[in-house]
């Protein structure tokens, strides 16, 4: 007797997905595209507006980005940080960064990201401290002779690590419109990564990755630094809003324009790390 070989599941999908992506066509790639030019637009605006009344960004400065993608906060803050500054972004998305900016796929709920995140942060914080002396040699044979030394990448903790400048933006990476967009298809990995598990879907979740960031700020930030936070407004926000002022000094709270679902969002600025992280944050 002859054996069927039925379809796998990934064979369907295929199937499916070459069926139906051209349906979309042009008026999808328009759609998507104009969505996405008007996030970037409010965007800029949104951070040329924080950047104008609080100045945030400066030369020189080590700025962490945690879910830099699409790069927005990251692009804008390494055209500030020069010559010396160095921006390190963090997202569970590919994200294109500028020259004197690095970037780390993962998520920084993982120790061992974060782990990883340390080293680039210490790497960069000791390249630019060399250049501000004023050493002749190139950033490769700089970077050369600081490998040399295992302790640095195998000892390391949160006391290394200062940190001018904390970005939290831990939304959703894309804009979205259609869960079968052509530019979306041709590249299944994107696909994948730009699925619902990824989502944000209430001001509850964005308020418990906020708090994970603002734990890794606390223990990363200088004294003197900032700590920049977006979340979804709702009933959460408050209490958040009085863990960072148990953090920090002084809060700043901006409204800023609504994501693609139609959710109003919240930018906190806070400015004055106190010296110790509040009992309640410890187990967040």
Not at 145 to 159: G, P
Not at 167 to 184: C, G, I, T, W, Y
Request: charged residues 25%; contains cysteine; proline residues 4%.
């Amino acid at each position: 007797m002859r054996q069927v070989r039925w379809p796998t599941s990934v064979s369907i999908v295929r199937v499916f997905l070459r069926r139906f992506a051209h349906k979309t066509g042009s008026k999808g790639e328009a759609s998507l595209k104009k969505l996405t030019t008007k996030s970037e637009r409010e965007y800029s605006a949104l951070i040329r507006q924080i950047q104008r009344k609080y100045n945030i960004f400066k030369p020189n400065q080590l700025v962490l980005d945690l879910g830099c993608a699409p790069g927005y906060w990251n692009r804008y803050a390494a055209s500030h940080v020069k010559p010396f500054g160095r921006v390190i972004g963090l997202d569970v998305v590919p994200c294109h960064v500028d020259r004197n900016s690095s970037f780390l796929q993962g998520s920084f709920l993982s120790s061992g990201v974060q782990h990883e995140l340390i080293r680039m942060a210490v790497r960069a914080q000791q390249l630019r401290d060399v250049k501000q002396v004023g050493s002749s040699k190139d950033y490769a044979t700089i970077l050369t002779e600081l490998q040399h030394s295992e302790d640095m990448y195998t000892k390391l903790s949160y006391s290394d690590v200062q940190v001018d400048v904390v970005l939290s933006d831990l939304m959703a990476p894309l804009p979205r419109n259609a869960p079968f967009e052509p530019r979306f298809v041709r590249n299944a990995y994107k696909t994948m990564l730009l699925s619902k598990q990824l989502a944000v879907d209430s001001c509850k979740d964005s308020i418990l990755l906020a708090h994970a960031a603002l734990v890794l700020c606390f223990r990363s930030l200088k004294q003197s630094g900032i700590f920049v936070c977006k979340v979804l407004r709702g009933d959460e926000t408050f209490a958040f809003r009085d863990n960072l002022l148990l953090t920090f000094e002084t809060v700043h709270q901006v409204s800023c324009f609504r994501d693609p679902q139609a959710r109003s969002q919240t930018v906190f600025i806070c400015f004055g790390k106190r010296e110790e992280l509040p009992i309640g944050l410890i187990n967040t």
